[in-house]
């Protein structure tokens, strides 16, 4: 389903409040309506029931829970060592930043000038498939990747470097305000989602390229105001979404060095500003509907989403843009929900603790981050191993227009190299994988959260329900868009 | 009412997959009340300690 964007041209596509967004998530797991005579029929070929993935799924987040409550009783993530590996040469981030600087133009190129054809044209598989996906894979492993190729950083660095060489310099950045936080990256992730899962002119590489023009804009916009380094760590979506994910991994590049550190402790170093969860309830939320409009239930619920909004007056193309926002926003508040009801279970186990319910939200945030990199490996690893081949004969061929600069014009996509069966193993192993890691962070944070590691592994048991629930949710939505 | 009856094999399936929340929920919400219980016995045997002192 998630390779549906690009193939199909039509549209397809204080406890109360936190009881609310998961009573609605679980009415749509069980609602009759949803799955009426449709049948299950799994291309993979399983040894068991996929449901069953989901309830070996808990037995190992329950076991992990038990494992760690026993024989990790001091944190050992929260003060993170690493030693210096090698040097980085000083050319490197430049020309990193040149190579990120010439790749956003071919795709605005491609995009304005190449074939309007959506597998045709260079723009939609870059941006879709190897930019969104493919960074998100390689991130957690070689580090903050994106940091050095970023297009817009690298071009407001050159030009603060010319003006300091021109001798007038830039004038200083205004401090950036408090409350602000990470609100725009969340913002900026949740725009990107809603054109990649809604919006029914994504297809066209015309559209993209605007889009990614706008974008740009408001990246100058943002460095220019609070700074180039300001606004790359808490404005920018993508700069601090792949930050986020960079930490998990265990290299962590600065400008005097490569440092080598434990996986995930880069994660406990996250500071913890408004908008940080909002963030990764986006980046969750989002995956989740994607898998959730591949799915039966949807498929149901939709069309009477899209009759309500006509009967409103839009029409058709529109009122199914509504839908299918109302959809994705509603996807995002029911994985805050679920996170909010974890904390506030969290909070009850010592209720001498006067800490504000936004405060402990923040302080556990960090544990999510695995949990948004395994919705992305799990929802879209697919699409990276089938439409990522697409590069094969869009590098030789970016415009469509039939050129063969490196001779690959004549490649194709191989839908057999790996099958339905190994996706979903990617797909189940992705999901238990990134839980445990949230588990053990949650664990680690809750043992210099909590006055004793009896009352901390108590907190946990409700961080261990929220984790399952994801998982459950993930598999659910998988196995119904696979479906 | 009929129609989800009669297909309730397509959609309980999806029940499967809340099972596992629903009994470890369950577990841990009988683990919770024992350990509170637990808590208020000691708290009230510390309570009770001065006065046997006195």
């Known amino acids: 389903m998630q390779a549906c964007f690009l193939d199909c041209a039509a549209m397809h596509r204080h406890r109360l409040l936190a009881i609310v967004p998961i009573a609605a998530g679980l009415a749509l797991v069980v609602a009759p309506d949803a799955a009426l005579a449709h049948g299950l029929v799994g291309r993979e070929d399983l040894p068991i029931p996929k449901w069953l993935f989901g309830w070996a799924a808990a037995a190992v987040l329950v076991a992990s829970f038990v494992a760690l409550a026993v024989l990790w009783p001091e944190p050992r993530l929260e003060q993170p060592s690493e030693r210096r590996v090698a040097a980085v040469p000083r050319f490197l981030d430049p020309l990193a930043g040149a190579l990120g600087v010439a790749i956003f133009a071919l795709t605005l190129y491609a995009g304005f000038a190449g074939d309007q054809t959506t597998t045709n044209n260079l723009a939609p598989t870059l941006i879709f498939v190897l930019f969104w996906v493919g960074l998100a894979v390689v991130s957690p492993v070689v580090g903050d990747l994106f940091k050095a190729l970023n297009p817009w950083r690298a071009i407001a660095r050159a030009v603060a470097w010319i003006a300091g060489r021109a001798g007038r310099g830039l004038p200083e950045p205004m401090p950036y305000p408090q409350r602000l936080g990470r609100w725009p990256a969340a913002l900026g992730i949740l725009a990107f989602a809603w054109v990649e899962l809604v919006y029914s002119g994504r297809g066209d590489p015309s559209n993209l390229a605007v889009l990614a023009l706008v974008y740009a804009a408001v990246q100058f916009v943002g460095m220019s105001l609070y700074g180039i380094e300001t606004w790359n760590r808490y404005g920018d979506g993508f700069g601090v979404f792949y930050g986020l994910l960079g930490r998990i991994a265990p290299l962590r590049w600065a400008r005097d060095g490569l440092y080598v550190r434990r996986p995930l402790s880069g994660l406990t170093g996250l500071d913890v500003v408004p908008g940080t969860v909002a963030l990764l309830c986006v980046i969750i939320g989002t995956t989740s509907f994607d898998g959730l409009s591949g799915g039966a239930a949807w498929g149901e619920i939709s069309p009477q989403l899209t009759d309500m909004w006509r009967s409103l007056g839009f029409d058709q193309s529109l009122a199914l843009e509504l839908a299918f926002t109302v959809g994705l926003v509603a996807s995002v508040l029911v994985v805050a929900g679920l996170y909010r009801f974890g904390v506030l279970g969290m909070q009850s186990v010592d209720p001498r603790d006067a800490t504000p319910t936004a405060e402990v939200a923040g302080r556990f945030a960090h544990s999510l981050v695995p949990i948004g990199l395994a919705y992305v490996i799990a929802h879209y690893f697919s699409l990276l191993a089938y439409e990522g081949q697409r590069i094969g004969y869009l590098a030789s061929d970016p415009l469509g227009t039939g050129a063969n600069i490196f001779g690959t014009n004549t490649a194709t996509v191989d839908y057999t190299w790996v099958s339905a069966t190994a996706i979903w193993y990617v797909q189940v192993a992705a999901l238990v994988v990134g839980h445990v890691a949230g588990l053990v962070l949650a664990h680690d944070r809750a043992l210099i959260s909590f006055a004793d590691n009896r009352t901390a592994t108590r907190s946990q048991y409700w961080m261990l329900v929220v984790m399952i629930a994801f998982t459950s949710l993930g598999l659910w939505l998988l196995s119904a868009a696979n479906s | ?54």
């Open chain 2, 1 to 54: 009412m009929i129609a989800p009856l009669a297909h309730v094999g397509h959609w309980a399936i999806n029940l499967l997959y809340v099972a596992p929340l629903v009994v470890v929920v369950a577990v841990l919400g009988y683990q919770t009340l024992k350990d509170r219980r637990q808590l208020r016995r000691e708290g009230g045997q510390e309570r009770r300690a001065p006065d046997e002192a006195a």
